[in-house]
Nanobody, 118 residues
Framework: QVQVVESGGGLVQPGGSLRLSCAAS????????MRWFRQAPGKQRELVAT???????SYADSVKGRFIISRDDAKKAAYLQMNSLKPEDTAVYYC????????????WGLGTQVTVSS
């Protein structure tokens, strides 16, 4: 059974930091891009960051220079280090495992709430 589980969300003041974790099971982890998405109420889901099995990364312009995505294949885990947080970062953050190659598959966690407020 495939499972993708996020953790690490919470309430933080503007300028603070949080580290989100994503634990995957039931997949060949090295065959998947790992991605973080977020969605705020009334807004579209936004791709925040991506990391490939080779370690290449990409970020949304809104978080570039503040967030860092990483992965640990031995632990089948991905992480999102969020620094210099702003109120507009408030959202539910979702981890996604995106299978590479011609036969596509996609697995989602249930999300973790991040609230940035003073």
């Amino acid at each position: 059974q495939v499972q993708v589980v996020e953790s690490g969300g919470g309430l933080v003041q503007p300028g603070g930091s949080l580290r989100l974790s994503c634990a995957a099971s039931g997949i060949i982890f090295s065959m998947h891009d790992m991605r973080w998405f977020r969605q705020a109420p009334g807004k579209q889901r936004e791709l925040v960051a991506t990391i490939s099995p080779a370690g290449s990364t990409s970020y949304a312009d809104s978080v570039k220079g503040r967030f860092i995505i990483s992965r640990d294949d031995a632990k089948k885990a991905a992480y999102l280090q969020m620094n210099s947080l702003k109120p507009e970062d408030t959202a539910v953050y979702y981890c996604n495992a995106d299978r590479l190659g011609p036969v596509k598959a996609n697995y989602w966690g249930l999300g973790t709430q991040v609230t940035v407020s003073s």
